[in-house]
């Protein structure tokens, strides 16, 4: 447990007295009663895991540090910065506001909850106790100490992780930390701070800064906590990629740049260069593939995420903070936590020993934190571009525009049209192949029973790609007709025509269903010619929304059988060889009817339906009717327009195959509402 002693470095009785509170502050000690002391395996970070094993080989984490110092280097970092200010005339002013909400004030011992709580609670405790007065003082003290009055310029909002929400402790949050978009940055913090910071500001307003994960407060998890120690006793830590050999991926090579002035003080041995790489690829010949083959009796979905391990935390951890390109990573599981430094050119993750939350200081270690984050960001910033003049990149025209109307937005006086072109210039890489190549498309992809799933973006470049094996075939007008599903085997190699590469894309949505992602199918033709095609790829990851995804792909076979028109052509369904993953691989359309909606009117209720679209998404649902099903959600956000600028519905995972003529009819009446106007859904789900 860590030591670190605020004590060490006391509070002068000179300070203002909010400024002295929020030092001392510590958590209150959270219980459970015992019958929600359950002894149950992490299962939070389903969906992760698999994007976990997608870190470029050159970027992912190759060793752990203990770091005991480091605690107390982010307490001492508080007072030097205090020294600092005091020395140029600018002590700390005095702090009208803070609260700690309803969650218990400053030496509260205990706290009975009676029961497990959620991460989304543990982090909403967080950001309503000492988070806010923390973010507002390490702005301020780092940034714009010459401002008149304290501002912000760090904002702040939780991301929910939404696979397995359904039950509590089985799904993680973050706390998305960032720099305010320029725009919205106080002109008093900008006449106060010199022109390179404000640079800085406008280079990495809305990016975030540091990767915080809070997992749920349970036995587990404190133990998971705890047990981080022990990667510090190996020599390299287990790799989390893929196992697939045969098809590599070029490295990212992206520069690096830790910051040269930190607040801690790293280990020299390690620091110089890389661990080697210990993983292995099979040399590819003629396209051969080889896929790490199931064991003979394969783990059950909820059997492999119990056996969640130190290393797949440090490896999630690690991964989070690869895609915000941030340093500093927080872990907390409610009494407990770990902070952590990732350094990039050595790939090692150095961690403090476990924080005891309800140690007194624990506010004052929080802002040397925040300070500590601000300060890489900064640093950082400057090394990758110097310290560049700021200039203002607002036009002559522009700004005249504005004063000769300064209550109207540009983007307000174009015209239907041109936000419509505007709409279709987004999506125009998305138009489809002619004909022949469509066809000869779509008879490979039937043909080929192994998909390749590669990520790209957001720091993420698969070295070696994930296998899926084909468990739904592909519906299409140009596809043959599917026999009776028969399952693929396993094989231990696959040859250049018995598969095809999904690239996934950033995530585009999450629901009931899992993550959305924009993705790109490629495949090679045998005279080497190859084709590619922008699709949409579902990643579903607890049971519940597996079984949703494979539900929906059964409804859209069952419409296929019955030619119905007006909804997406599908690759196929997909799962990895322990069932830890599914993909549902279908057509991407072009855009929602909300978003054009949103985009040209700005309302919520629809508005620019035409009277030929209105009649299109009544003829499709009639004949969704007509097949024996019901969709029984039918939102603006599922109407979409498809690549041919024609109608298409999708999302069926709600829909039912036994549904009355009465819920059929009151389906259409729905319809017509919302097309019209007059209602924002048809959900019927909720009956």
């Known amino acids: 447990m860590d030591d670190f002693d605020p004590g060490l470095h006391p509070a002068p009785d000179t300070l203002p007295k909010v400024t002295a509170t929020i030092f001392s502050y510590r958590y209150p000690y959270r219980t459970q009663e015992p019958e929600f002391q359950r002894e149950r395996r992490l299962v939070g970070i389903a969906p992760f895991t698999f994007l976990d094993r997608h870190v470029n080989e050159d970027e992912a984490l190759k060793r ?134 404000k640079g800085a500001l406008r280079d990495l307003g809305g990016k975030e800064l540091a990767a915080f994960i809070f997992l749920p407060l349970a036995p587990h998890t404190d133990q998971l906590v705890r047990d981080l120690d022990q990667l510090a006793n190996l020599i390299t830590i287990p790799s989390a990629g893929c196992t697939t050999r045969g098809y590599t991926t070029a490295p990212a090579n992206r520069p690096v740049f830790d910051a040269e002035v930190t607040p801690w003080t790293l280990p020299v041995a390690g620091l110089e260069s890389k661990i080697t790489s210990d993983a292995t690829a099979i040399s590819s010949q003629d396209g051969v593939i080889h896929p790490r083959l199931p064991s003979a009796t394969p783990l059950s979905k909820f059997e492999e995420m119990e056996d969640s391990t130190p290393e797949g935390l440090a490896h999630h951890a690690w991964r989070v903070a690869v895609c915000k390109d941030a340093t500093l990573i927080v872990i907390n599981c409610g009494n407990y936590e770990r902070i952590g430094i990732r350094h990039r050119a050595s790939q090692t993750l150095y961690i403090s020993d476990v924080i005891d939350l309800t140690q007194s200081g624990y506010g004052k270690l929080h802002l040397g934190l925040q300070m500590a984050i601000i300060g890489d960001a900064l640093n950082r910033h400057r090394l990758q571009h110097g310290t560049t003049p700021f200039r203002s990149t607002t036009s002559r025209s522009k700004r005249r525009r504005k004063a000769d109307s ?28 002619n004909r022949k190549n469509t066809k000869t498309l779509w008879r490979e992809v039937t043909l080929r029973p192994l998909l390749l799933v590669r990520v790209s973006g957001r ?191 999708i999302d069926f995972d709600h829909a039912r195959f036994d549904a009355t003529e009465a819920h059929r009819n009151l389906e259409l009446e729905r319809l017509r509402n919302v097309l019209d106007g007059k209602s924002l859904d048809t959900a019927l789900f909720v009956e």
């Open 64 to 197: 752990v540090v203990l770091l005991p110092s480091l605690t107390n280097d982010l307490v001492s970092h508080v007072d030097h910065r205090l020294a600092e200010l005091r020395d140029q005339g600018m002590g700390p002013r005095p702090m009208t506001f803070y609260t700690t909400g309803e969650y218990g004030s400053p030496g509260d011992a205990r706290v009975d909850y009676g029961r497990e709580l959620t991460t989304g609670e543990l982090l909403r405790i967080y950001t309503t106790t000492i988070f806010g007065a923390c973010m507002t003082l390490a702005s301020s003290w780092v940034i714009h100490p010459r401002a008149p009055k304290y501002y912000r310029t760090i904002t702040s909002n939780t991301q929910r992780i939404p696979a397995c929400a359904q039950r509590p402790g089985e799904a993680h949050d973050y706390l998305a930390y960032r720099f305010k978009p320029f725009d919205e940055v106080h002109p008093d913090v900008l006449s106060a701070v010199e022109d390179h910071v």
């Open 406 to 433: 300064p209550g109207e937005q540009p983007e307000l006086r174009r015209s239907k049209r041109q936000k419509m072109n505007a709409l279709w210039e987004e999506v125009r890489d998305l138009s489809p192949l």
């Open 459 to 649: 720091g993420l470049n698969s070295s070696f790609p994930a296998s899926f094996i084909r468990k739904g075939d592909a519906l299409s007008l140009f596809s043959p007709a599917p026999p009776d599903s028969i399952p693929h085997e396993w094989k231990s190699a696959y040859q250049s025509s018995e598969y095809f590469v999904l690239i996934l894309g950033p995530s585009c949505g999450w629901g009931a269903t899992g993550h959305v992602y924009m993705a790109e199918l490629q495949l090679t033709l045998s005279n080497g010619r190859k084709l590619s095609r922008q699709v949409v790829a579902k990643m579903p990851m607890s049971a519940d929304e597996q079984k949703r995804v494979r539900h929906e792909y059964d409804v859209y076979r069952h419409l296929w059988t019955h030619n119905v028109s007006g909804i997406p052509e599908i690759y196929g369904l997909f799962e990895d060889f322990n069932n830890m993953a599914t993909i549902l691989v279908m057509e991407r359309a072009a855009f929602t009817f909300r978003k054009r909606e949103t985009e040209i009117t700005g309302n919520d209720y629809l508005s620019e339906v035409t009277p030929a679209e209105k009649t299109a998404c009544l003829e499709i649902v009639q004949s969704i009717h007509d097949a024996g099903v019901v969709h029984r959600d039918l939102r603006p956000e599922n109407l979409m327009i498809a690549q041919d600028r024609k109608p298409m519905i």
